[in-house]
T-cell receptor, first 116, second 110 residues
Framework: GAVVSQHPSRVICKSGTSVKIECRSL??????MFWYRQFPKQSLMLMAT?????????EQGVEKDKFLINHASLTLSTLTVASAHPEDSSFYIC????????????FGSGTRLTVV | GNSVTQMEGPVTLSEEAFLTINCTYT??????LFWYVQYPGEGLQLLLK?????DKGSNKGFEATYRKETTSFHLEKGSVQVSDSAVYFC?????????FGKGTRLHILP
């Protein structure tokens, strides 16, 4: 149990376009989802915390208008990279949980975004 | 602020060798500590955890002990296998957020 599906796994887009990444909990209801970003050779950095039915809480330095997060249901959260630029190229990964403490969170497989 | 520092890789070992991946942390209070593993082409998986000082987490032959006095949570395995080749992330949890180290890539040679 506790499977999280993240889609797409890889995406290449042109500069200026928007990209949507989906994170789905397949066999449980996720009250909270987290979105992380990983730069090459860097740590996974928390971007935002997404609670179902409410606005996402963004970490300091993360542009809310650039990284749009929607957690419309207990099984789906989306991250939209608006007007993507090459510097947005990165590995994005989500995690979802039922609020059982941090060990109860399951990670998606990640999305490799390349903006050309 | 809270942070995690782990040894840089890649680490290359022969099969059946002893493994240590160092991890130290900086945090206020008493965080929970974790090791996550990412196998090629897969997402992150929880490997083991410890929630208080002197706790030892263990799984699949891996162990790590929560050392408050040295603020460390080093990952060890007595005899590694080729199938252990992966990226290992040390992490701490405070205030319902996870903070990760940079990850250590482990290569095990047959």
């Amino acid at each position: 149990g506790a499977v999280v599906s993240q889609h797409p796994s890889r995406v290449i887009c042109k500069s200026g376009t928007s990209v949507k990444i989906e994170c789905r909990s397949l066999d449980f209801q996720a009250t909270t989802m987290f979105w992380y970003r990983q730069f090459p050779k860097q740590s996974l950095m928390l971007m935002a915390t997404s609670n179902e039915g409410s606005k996402a809480t963004y970490e300091q330095g993360v542009e809310k208008d650039k990284f749009l997060i929607n957690h419309a249901s207990l099984t789906l959260s989306t991250l939209t990279v608006a007007s993507a630029h090459p510097e947005d190229s990165s590995f994005y990964i989500c995690s979802a949980g039922r609020g059982q403490g941090m060990s109860g969170y399951t990670f998606g497989s990640g999305t490799r975004l390349t903006v050309v | 602020g809270n942070s995690v520092t782990q040894m840089e890789g890649p680490v290359t070992l022969s099969e059946e060798a002893f493994l240590t991946i160092n991890c130290t942390y900086t945090a206020t209070g008493y965080p929970s500590l974790f090791w996550y593993v990412q196998y090629p082409g897969e997402g992150l998986q929880l490997l083991l955890k410890a929630t208080k000082a002197d706790d030892k987490g263990s799984n699949k032959g891996f162990e790590a002990t929560y050392r408050k006095e040295t603020t460390s949570f080093h990952l060890e395995k007595g005899s590694v296998q080729v199938s252990d080749s992966a990226v290992y992330f040390c992490a701490l949890s405070r205030d319902d957020k996870i903070i990760f180290g940079k990850g250590t890539r482990l290569h095990i040679l047959p």
